[in-house]
């Protein structure tokens, strides 16, 4: 595990999401807002971990506009960032409310506390269940209910979920966080059932298993994917600019064959406003937690 470089992804992610704040208003196009914080990511001297999301109310998560997206930012957005350095991922996450509405604020801070009072336990050894329960019992404290079957996740290097998986509800699960790991802690808080099914494409791909193909067009994309993303999420804006009318085509292909993942996006089951809070959590070899934002430096 290289500190030094997850350090330097959590600094970069801080001011990102802190950039993210400025330009994000109502009525500003969400392929605008993507396009300036990749943009930024590359200015600060590192690499997407993978594509922004920006999902509005009762989409939880998994949806990053496509090249000629005319969706316009609106209701309560959240804004999921990774920052790569050499694979070495920051993930982190934040929500806004563009209506000003008072139940989306209040679902904004139920997550933030839940993701707060998570992090004050996090150390070497405590169980996943323990974090769960935190992070149910605040939600709960403020109305509102963990989305049950989203969770937080163990980063490894090129693998943004790995390993453990951080529940938002107290499942009394007894596996434990260990030294040298590094973890997202992820609440996802909202006013209807908290759960969540798969809806609509998100535009949001992943090589799941490198094997020929026989499509010319498929082949060079593939070839793309693997030297620019390697194992990491990509989109399909970033390929349609790339190669073009035949990236539709070419993806297309390769997912047909079972070489990429095509996630979707996932919606609240009742169709309600769903909030979001994330930090990425480093364990040290001493037993120190730090938490790799802007804030904390």
């Known amino acids: 595990m290289d500190k030094e470089k997850i350090i330097k992804a959590g600094k970069i992610a801080g001011e990102v999401k802190k950039y993210a704040r400025t330009i994000i208003k109502k009525g500003v196009p969400l392929i605008e807002i993507a396009d300036k914080i990749d943009n930024k990511i590359k200015e600060l001297g590192a690499k997407t971990g993978f594509p922004v999301n920006l999902s509005i109310n009762e989409v939880a998560a998994h949806y990053t506009p496509t090249a000629d997206d005319k969706t316009l930012a609106h209701g309560l957005l959240k804004v999921d960032v990774g920052i790569s350095i050499d694979g070495w991922i920051a993930d982190t996450a934040f929500s806004l409310d563009l209506e000003d509405n ?22 070497s050894g405590v169980t996943t269940g323990e974090i769960g329960k935190v992070v149910q019992e605040t939600i709960e404290s403020h109305g509102f209910t963990p989305v049950v079957n ?147 430096f």
């Open 102 to 123: 008072e139940e989306n604020k209040k679902l904004i801070q139920a997550s933030q506390e839940a993701v707060d009072n998570a992090i004050k336990i996090v150390k």
């Open 150 to 296: 989203l969770s937080g996740h163990e980063i490894k290097q090129f693998e943004i979920h790995a390993g453990l998986t951080i529940p938002n509800i107290n499942n009394k699960s007894k596996d434990k966080l260990s030294s040298n790991s590094l973890y997202a802690i992820e609440p996802f808080a909202t006013s209807g059932q908290g759960k969540i099914y798969n809806g609509a494409d998100s535009n949001i791909y992943q090589i799941v298993e490198d094997k020929n193909t026989r499509s010319s067009t498929a082949r060079e994309i593939l070839k793309f994917i693997k030297q620019e993303y390697y194992t990491l999420p990509f989109c399909s804006r970033w390929i349609v600019r790339k190669f073009g009318a035949k990236a539709r085509f070419g993806l297309h292909e390769l997912e047909k064959q079972g070489i990429i993942h095509h996630f979707k996006q996932l919606i609240e089951f009742s169709g309600k406003n769903v909030s979001q809070a994330e930090h990425t959590v480093l364990i040290d070899d001493k037993g120190k937690v730090i938490i790799t934002t802007l804030e904390d």
